[in-house]
């Protein structure tokens, strides 16, 4: 009886594609996946703007008054953080802490390769201190310009902030150029954000400036 009744569907299908060739036989499975991406369309990442502003001059204040231990505590506990010398983020040769190797290492004379300097191709060596106090806040980031997830310049160093961080939120501070060096002497920190159970931690810390 039921190879009779499937028999007789498989025909009534056949007869029902001949009849309206322009109307092919629903596929359920078909339906069903492109229900799914609506629905995945449909629940979108919404940015706590107020709360990433209250992280990101948080941020900005432990390192303009040192104070790295407290800095520590905004780390993402699993994935830790990323530091990067400019815009081009190297995931293989940026450096990399977890909360608990970042503080084993604010009080260690270690040296450490943060990257390649512009221009001169020169390794740039220092301890995590000094390469938090003298690169990555070599200007007073709390008095800058302020965004959420915009760009304000950049140089010839390419900016992939995008592609690596794929759907995370980033604060950017832009301090402008001066008129007697044309501009050119503008920089900028980029805080990359990722959200857990409600709070924002920091995944990256990318710098940018004027490259040639």
């Not at 001949?18 to 229900?35: L, T």
């Not at 941020?59 to 830790?80: C, M, N, R, W």
């Not at 970042?102 to 390649?116: A, I, N, R, V």
């Not at 106090?133 to 992939?160: I, M, P």
């Amino acid at each position: 009886m039921k190879k009779l009744f499937i028999s007789l569907l498989v025909i009534g299908l056949a007869v029902a594609c001949k009849k309206n060739p322009q109307k092919p036989v629903p596929n359920v499975i078909d339906s069903m996946a492109v229900a799914q991406e609506k629905n995945k369309e449909a629940v979108k990442h919404k940015t706590d703007t107020a709360a990433l502003r209250k992280v990101n001059d948080e941020v900005l204040q432990t390192l303009k008054s040192k104070d790295y231990k407290t800095f520590a505590s905004y780390i993402h506990p699993e994935k830790g953080v990323r530091f990067s010398m400019y815009a081009m983020v190297d995931p293989k040769g940026d450096k990399q802490f977890s909360r608990v190797d970042f503080e084993k290492y604010l009080p260690s004379k270690t040296l450490f390769t943060w990257g390649l300097l512009d221009g001169s191709g020169d390794p740039y060596q220092a301890t995590l201190t000094n390469y938090l106090s003298k690169w990555v806040f070599s200007k007073d980031f709390t008095a800058s310009q302020y965004s959420v997830n915009k760009f304000h310049a950049g140089g010839n160093s390419l900016n992939n902030l995008k592609e690596i961080y794929p759907g995370d939120d980033f604060t950017e501070n832009y301090i402008k150029g001066s008129e007697k060096n044309g501009e050119m002497d503008w920089k900028t920190i980029r805080l990359v954000w990722e959200e857990v159970q409600g709070k924002y931690y920091l995944v990256a810390v990318v710098n940018d400036q004027w490259t040639i």
